[in-house]
């Protein structure tokens, strides 16, 4: 059983930063691939970042490229994403997600393990 819990969501104004985390237990967390997605309301889940095993190559949306870094420290089986220069349209719930692969890997259908998701509110 793998268990994802997403924390730090919250209200933040329209240009500032806000980190989220996503603690991961239950399975070798350092062998596999891990991403972000998101889901405003009225919207489909779309893709965010993505980042391989062992951090050593990642992914973006073009949406947050330059504005998003997503990390990992596989000592504490913690994924990271830090946002900066936060848009009303980043408003979502943002899910933490784990893939089978050890690769950057961006289709939602890749991922095999979800977190309950936390909520991220830009306010303008």
């Known amino acids: 059983q793998v268990q994802l819990v997403e924390s730090g969501g919250g209200l933040v104004q329209a240009g500032g930063s806000l980190r989220i985390s996503c603690a991961a237990s239950g399975r070798t967390f350092s062998s596999y691939g891990m991403g972000w997605f998101r889901e405003a309301s009225g919207k489909g889940r779309e893709f965010v970042a993505a980042i391989s095993w062992n951090g050593g190559s990642t992914n973006y949306a073009y949406s947050v490229n330059s504005r998003f870094t997503i990390s990992r420290d596989n000592a504490k089986n913690t994924l990271y994403l830090q946002m900066n220069e936060l848009k009303p349209e980043d408003t979502a719930v943002y899910y933490c997600?784990?893939?089978?692969?050890?690769?950057?890997?961006?289709?939602?259908?890749?991922?095999?393990?979800w977190g309950q998701g936390t909520q991220v509110t830009v306010s303008s």
């Open positions: 997600a784990g893939t089978m692969r050890m690769g950057v890997t961006t289709g939602h259908s890749t991922y095999y393990y």
